[in-house]
């Protein structure tokens, strides 16, 4: 069980995130204001995350390149035509 200073320890900075996740902290910041994942924590002014957040968002991303049916697309997903 982790304890109250390895867990304030491994606490994530906007610009520590923004870098694992390649994005910009820019992005980081919009998703935050939207109330959009990863989820965060409030110490004072200061913006932390969780490893634990960051590692539950990667696992609801969408992954792999099969497009299912329920895409959203008109043909259901199905790009590639059956016939020339």
Known sequence: MPTANSTLETLLTEHEVARLLKVSVATIRRRRLLNHP???IKIGASVR?????????????????????????????NYFPQHL
């Open 38 to 40: 990863p989820t965060w």
């Open 49 to 77: 995350y969780t490893p634990e957040s960051i590692s539950a968002f990667l696992k609801s991303r969408p992954s792999g390149g099969g497009a299912g049916p329920n895409t959203g697309s008109p043909d259901g997903g």
